[in-house]
């Protein structure tokens, strides 16, 4: 197998054992989770769709993925030019960058 053939194999978008909870003092002192050890696998020339209903977590997925949000745990990794950038680990000026 070429190089240019096993990079197709790998995901554009890897999302490993996310996990995300956020803290609502109002409500209680017990963590509301949204993602518990979530695992996503999205490819190149795929056509996907998140749907659910309001409250299950869409918009919190993806201002994971855009690196708004902090990861509890897990890695988010986007293949960019030519290589893998995690989104858990990058600086602010690295995921600027990305998102351009």
């Known amino acids: 197998m070429n190089q240019a053939s096993s990079h197709n194999l790998l995901p554009l978008l890897d999302l490993r054992g996310v996990g995300k909870t956020f803290l609502l003092h109002a409500r209680s002192r017990e963590p509301m989770i949204v993602f518990k050890k979530l695992d996503l696998h999205l490819y190149a020339g795929e056509c996907v769709v998140l749907s659910g209903a309001s409250g299950c977590g869409k918009s ?14 897990g890695a988010i990794y986007v293949r960019h030019d030519g290589g893998v950038v995690d989104i858990a680990s ?11």
């Open 60 to 73: 919190t997925l993806l201002r994971l993925i855009f690196g708004n949000y902090l990861l509890q745990s």
């Open 90 to 100: 990058s600086s602010p000026r690295e995921i600027l960058l990305l998102r351009r």
